[in-house]
Antibody, heavy 118, light 110 residues
Framework: EVQLVESGGGLVKPGGSLRLSCAVSGFTFSNALMTWVRQAPGKGLEWVGRIKSKTNGGTTDYAAPVKGRFTISRDDSKNTLYLQMNSLKSEDTAVYYC?????????WGQGTLVTVSS | QSALTQPASVSGSPGQSITISCTGTSNDIGGYNYVSWFQQHPGKAPKLMIYDVSNRPSGVSDRFSGSKSGYTASLTISGLQAEDEADYFCISFTSSVTWVFGGGTKLTVL
């Protein structure tokens, strides 16, 4: 069974940092393109960024609102995806989902809530 | 990259068909056949319903179909059922090598 389980969410002050993790099982993680998507309370979905498999270069791409503040990485030996979030702002408050690619064979975790507030 | 434009809400009666539009630009929908549609029920993770404009993943009902013309992609749901009531989001690949979502459409089954 394919499973993606996010962890690491919580309450953080503006300007602070947080690292989210996404533990994956049920498919070959090292071959997978992985994505982070967020959803502010009561709002729509927002694509955050993605990381390709190492076979495809392992490159990352980010949405403009998070570029330079967020970093996506992966540890294929641990089947785990990461999202390092720095210089957090109140507008980063959201449920953060990890997912595979946005095309076929798409699957999502259940999300982890990040609240940025003083 | 601005969000794609979707109607805030649509509604229909059981058995009817509805269409949700998703409008972008030449830098996203108009330039690529990489448009997907997601269904999201309250408190749940999104579920892929259509990918690459018109392809259905296995397990998705054939009542769901997708199309594209110019800068606008569309999701059509035929034979509307109560369980189709949900939020629907489109997403497109962009020329910036990123992806951009639409604002979402709330479907109400009357």
């Amino acid at each position: 069974e394919v499973q993606l389980v996010e962890s690491g969410g919580g309450l953080v002050k503006p300007g602070g940092s947080l690292r989210l993790s996404c533990a994956v099982s049920g498919f070959t993680f090292s071959n997978a393109l992985m994505t982070w998507v967020r959803q502010a309370p009561g709002k729509g979905l927002e694509w955050v960024g993605r990381i390709k498999s190492k076979t495809n270069g392992g490159t990352t791409d980010y949405a403009a609102p998070v570029k330079g503040r967020f970093t996506i990485s992966r540890d294929d030996s641990k089947n785990t995806l990461y999202l390092q979030m720095n210089s957090l702002k109140s507008e980063d408050t959201a449920v953060y989902y990890c997912a595979t690619g946005m095309r076929s064979d798409n699957t999502w975790g259940q999300g982890t809530l990040v609240t940025v507030s003083s | 990259q601005s969000a794609l434009t979707q109607p805030a809400s649509v509604s229909g009666s059981p058995g009817q068909s509805i269409t949700i539009s998703c409008t972008g630009t030449s830098n996203d929908i108009g330039g690529y056949n990489y448009v997907s549609w997601f269904q999201q029920h309250p408190g749940k993770a999104p579920k892929l319903m259509i990918y690459d404009v018109s392809n259905r993943p296995s397990g998705v009902s054939d009542r769901f179909s997708g199309s594209k013309s110019g800068y606008t992609a569309s999701l059509t749901i035929s034979g509307l059922q109560a369980e189709d009531e949900a939020d629907y989001f489109c997403i497109s690949f962009t020329s910036s090598v990123t992806w951009v979502f639409g604002g979402g459409t709330k479907l109400t089954v009357l």
